[in-house]
């Protein structure tokens, strides 16, 4: 099992910056992949980036060159700087683990979510 506890989310203007961070119960070492994801009313949840054991990220397009993950690995924490923000970035933004304790098991954890509010 892996509880995730995030903060960070709030209300920011358009152009703004937010930090998002992700705590998790188990040391990161032993999660193959950790990552961000948001959900807007009335779409579906979509990867915003995630970050592996080995340290590969992943960005969505539309967090290029504005969003950066990283990690920091003694405290088990991941994060999620958030810059050069529109009202298109407002949504529920989740934290996932992903672990593969063997061969052929894949489980996904998931955070209660943090809002993100982009609006002046």
């Known amino acids: 099992q892996v509880q995730l506890v995030e903060s960070g989310g709030g209300l920011v203007q358009p152009g703004g910056s937010l930090r998002l961070s992700c705590t998790s119960s188990?040391?990161?070492?032993?999660?193959?992949?950790m990552g961000w994801y948001r959900q807007a009313p009335g779409k579906q949840r979509e990867l915003v980036a995630d970050?592996?054991?080995?340290?590969?990220?992943n960005y969505a397009d539309s967090a290029k060159g504005r969003f950066t993950i990283s990690k920091d690995n003694a405290k088990n924490t991941v994060y999620l700087q958030m810059n050069s923000l529109k009202p298109d970035d407002t949504a529920v933004y989740y934290c996932?683990?992903?672990?593969?304790?063997?061969?052929?098991?894949?489980?996904?954890?998931w955070g209660q979510g943090t809002q993100v509010t982009v609006s002046s």
């Open positions: 996932n683990a992903v672990t593969i304790p063997t061969i052929g098991s894949r489980y996904n954890y």
């Open positions: 970050i592996s054991s080995g340290s590969k990220i």
């Open positions: 188990r040391s990161i070492f032993s999660i193959y992949s």
